[in-house]
């Protein structure tokens, strides 16, 4: 018997040692990024990488070329943990591609993640006065820095540039950097 009980303790032992070794699977990785600025203000992380849903327009909505669609779309670039002693004002500049068509608005292409065709259309940002802004200009929308959180708000607009507009998904990228006069 006491053979039979050693070789049954070593088989349970051994049995344990297996079931209690620890399995480890690569699960992914987990990108984490961040910036440090010396600016009077740092930008929510709610207006880093915005996505702004311009909406669906038909293409014979566009009474021709230089006008607008009809619809404002509002968006704000937050501003958080802001101070005087960089600088007493803060402005934004936007930057971005612009068609050769009209360099008064921001490119608009058609089938994006594929090759870029003009879409007939550009896009044109607004500030709150509802005055355009000129893309790669320099900037005209300043706040005082007198509060620790500011917003400037905005909106967007198509603008035909072409007479002949392609129907599709359309992409625009622009850019903006803060300014500190």
């Not at 051994?14 to 699977?25: D, F, L, Y």
Request: with cysteine.
């Amino acid at each position: 018997m006491t053979r039979i009980g050693t070789l049954l303790l070593l088989t349970l032992a051994m049995v344990h040692q297996a079931c209690a070794h620890t399995v480890v699977i690569d699960g992914g990785k987990v990108y984490l990024r961040g910036e440090l600025v010396n600016g009077g203000c740092a930008v929510a992380p709610d207006s880093l990488n915005m996505r702004i849903d311009m909406g669906q327009y038909r293409t014979n909505s566009f009474s021709g070329v230089g006008s607008f669609s009809t619809v404002n779309v509002p968006f704000t670039v937050r501003l958080l943990d802001c101070s005087v002693d960089v600088s007493r004002t803060v402005g934004i500049q936007f930057q971005g591609d612009t068609p050769v068509e009209d360099p008064q608005v921001f490119l608009a292409t058609s089938r994006p993640g594929e090759t870029p065709v003009s879409s007939g259309v550009g896009l044109a940002l607004f500030d709150e006065q509802q005055r355009q802004i000129i893309p790669n200009a320099a900037a005209v929308s300043f706040l005082p820095i007198d509060t620790r959180e500011l917003a400037f708000h905005f909106s967007a607009r198509y603008r035909a540039i072409s007479e002949h507009l392609v129907p599709g998904r359309i992409q625009s990228d622009v850019w903006f950097t803060l300014i500190y006069p």
